[in-house]
């Protein structure tokens, strides 16, 4: 054994911060998945119902995405080699765009190489330091984390609060009147399914309010592409809004079942990310292989099998919502939220269901503020009935015992 004299101190260090979050119940570790990911999984020699992922529509085994992938490693190799920028951009991610911004119905996509990369690339290169961004309360880390690195002035509305984003838009304008030297803009961001509670954005009201303040409006489409609206296209086209929203993102990796992330705009948006969006010059373009992926995906999503799995992931989401008598309404989302409150509680109840062959991950903070720790179930087009009623009964008794 080599030791590192030196290093001890930093070990021991990180090693007391970890005990910290072990205390609170907010230690996190991997559990390695020995199988694809799917409606089951093994880990190890169990297999377990998973009701943990994104992949909506059960895509991410779908022959049609496995196929084109394979043939775009036969074509184009397994790298891309350099940024889109320095070595030539591939093929398939131009393909992938123009299906996109079809699919969008908007002049223009660009993606990159995750949901985060496109978020945190997009916001700092539309935004500085004299401007304003406005952020719902519960919107995902990477547009927290994008909005902080633009280094603009940043305020938070309350979750789906139009009186306080009014309030916010108010302040907002009276910044933009009185600048002097150069224009200050503002941005508007939300999401359109919210990613820990499943809960909608009142989208129309939004744009309405931005419209009214004469702001930019950015929206994640991130759990509502391939999910939401007849054509499943997402929130905004659903309310026919898609033209009066300035940024459309999103990720190819939960619907659409492969890796990536998306803007979707006009051409001088897109333009203007290939120049400005770090994340974007400054990264080696994704494998072609997921881009192929993701463009199989976006195909088939505009086939008749589109709607199909849809149709199955609704019924499933209803049947749910049924057995549980969650809410009185239909659930608006796959991500269903059984919110425990406390940390440790939460951690008990996920191990517990573990042991009765059920995986559901235990969202703590900082995914989701403290003591507001959740089962989050998510259901896909590829689980059935009966996975439903499995999970109905194992939950039963944990529900039952809910504050909230
Ligand atoms: C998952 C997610 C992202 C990030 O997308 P990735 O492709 O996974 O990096 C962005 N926004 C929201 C709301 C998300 O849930």
Redesign the pocket.
Known sequence: MVSYPNMTSFSDELNQRLAQAREQNLFRELRRVDSAQGPRVWIGVRELLNFSS?DYLGLATHPALKIAAIEAVEKYGAGAGASRLISGSLNPFHELEAALAKFKKTEAALTFA????A?TGTIPALMGKDDIIILDKLV?A??VDGARLSGAKLRVFAHNDLADLEEKLQWAAKQMASATDKPIHTLVIT?SVF?MDGDLAPLAEIVALKEKYGVWLMV?E??ATGVIGKSGRGLADELDLGNRIEIQMG????ALGA???YVCGSRALTDYLINRARSFIFSTAPVPAAAASATAAVRLLETSEGPARRKMLWELISAFNDRLKLSPNSLPSAIIPIILGDESRTLAAAEALRAKGIYIPAIRYPTVARGQARLRVTLTAAHTEADIAALAQELTPIIGNRKS
Request: charged letters at 15%.
């Open positions: 994104n995750t949901g985060y990369a978020s995902h990477s547009i999401e990613s994640d991130a759990h990720t190819l990796g939960k890796s990536g992330g």
